[in-house]
């Protein structure tokens, strides 16, 4: 015994379907090739951040020089040089029972480490990029050099040395 089949034909249904799967390819083709940047990208230029550690030991604060070279921990990239290095005394607030008021007080052997970075980057219109690291404030970086290694933030960019 044979069975018919029937042939199926296209409805409604499923010619939306199809414009709806086109529509989204369009959507992505789209979407795929805005990815890119935008901005118009400017001339390399000199540009200096500030990468801040807190809570690091003071014995570490003395370790960097200035024009020795900066990367990044986990991957080894090149950062920079070291333009400049200061350290203020970490603080903590505690709470004085004397005064029943929080104070900021001195935690012993730790500091605030800073590193000036100085690098050749480009600017877009998003992004600054220096030696090919993408620089923006409040980023978490990892740096070390030879002899010290910190995790801490970017506090501060700017054009020039």
């Given at each position: 015994m044979k069975e018919k089949r029937e042939k199926k034909q296209f409805n409604v249904i499923d010619i939306l379907i199809v414009l709806l799967?086109?529509?989204a390819l369009a959507a992505g083709v789209y979407w795929v090739r805005r990815g890119g940047s935008d901005g118009t990208v400017s001339e390399e230029k000199t540009y200096t951040y500030v990468a801040e550690g807190k809570k690091v030991l003071e014995a570490t604060a003395g370790v960097p020089v200035v024009g020795s070279k900066v990367f990044e921990s986990s991957s080894s990239a090149y950062l920079g040089t070291v333009s400049k290095v200061w350290s203020k005394p970490n603080e903590e607030a505690s709470f004085n029972r004397t005064t029943n008021k929080y104070e900021k007080m001195p935690v012993p052997d730790y500091c605030d480490l800073y590193i000036a970075i100085t690098g050749n980057g480009t600017e877009t219109e998003e992004d600054i990029t220096v030696e090919g690291t993408v620089v923006k404030v409040g980023d978490e970086?990892?740096?070390?050099g030879k002899g010290y290694?910190?995790?801490g933030y970017i506090v501060?960019?700017?054009e020039g040395e």
């Open positions: 799967l086109i529509c970086i990892d740096v070390k290694a910190f995790e501060e960019v700017r």
